[in-house]
């Protein structure tokens, strides 16, 4: 049976490279080969019912100072400057995430992306496109390559980073008929160009399968991935999570429906 590949782009470099055949890794075996984190010290206290408190949160401000400076780094793949090609490929065996959002114009200045609160959500309640829209996060790796999306002649592993995908429903649709029928999107390397008018992305389909793979570089990618194995990061790039009365508050003075009341405003201060 033949199938249909998708002609944008032909397989290119690591082309003469055999692939190498590796178990692939989980993401609770990437998460053994994580150095330990300096343990964070707690005072506990028994209660007089011999009950521990939990107290599994405290932190100590001094010997946890690097730790509690840190932040999480997950950059989005996509290419803010209009003349910039990035070469990414999605992780697999690594969970995506989905929430309905909205975008709140002039809010901070640029505009903000909230997750819908779900109930009483005054955007919702005035239908249209105020309606919410569903956001897909993904993780990714982005390959470092010459602004064609192509590695450096004898290139035999290619140097990578961890990143996500942010795909809104029409992002996702383009990105997911890449893939010949034979693929999926996990099997092999997008290459994405910011659109002209800055409103969007082109994304095509690079090569399969995706380099790290080809270079046997798996496990460094299960790895990388596994500190968000738990999603917790990923969701939280989907959106600003807000309640219906925060949103209000975000909103006052946009439109009379939205304007919140004393009593709302009571319960946010």
Known sequence: MTTSRNPFIEDDDLAGIPTTTTAPATPKAAEAKQVA???????????ATTEEDD?????????DHDHLKAKAVLPCVFPKESNKTVRYALVKDFKAYQRYTHFLEGVNGKGLTVICP????PECAKGGYHSSRRKIAALAIKYETGNDGKFAQGTTKPSLSLSFVNLSPTAYS?????????????????????????IGWDIFRMSSPPAYVKAGMEAEVAELAAPYADGKVLKSRLGKVVSAIEMKVMLYGSAADT??????LESVL
Do not use: H, Q, W
């Not at 107290?55 to 010997?63: C, G, P, R, T």
């Not at 999107?185 to 008018?197: E, G, R, T």
């Open 37 to 47: 984190k300096p343990a964070i010290k707690t005072n506990r206290i028994m209660s």
């Open 55 to 63: 107290d599994s949160d405290a932190v100590d401000l001094v010997a």
């Open 118 to 121: 779900g109930k009483d959500c």
């Open 174 to 198: 383009v990105m997911s008929e890449c893939p010949s029928e034979s693929e999926d999107v996990y099997s092999i390397d997008f290459k994405c160009i910011l659109k002209s008018n800055k």
């Open 259 to 264: 304007t919140p009341t004393l009593d709302d």
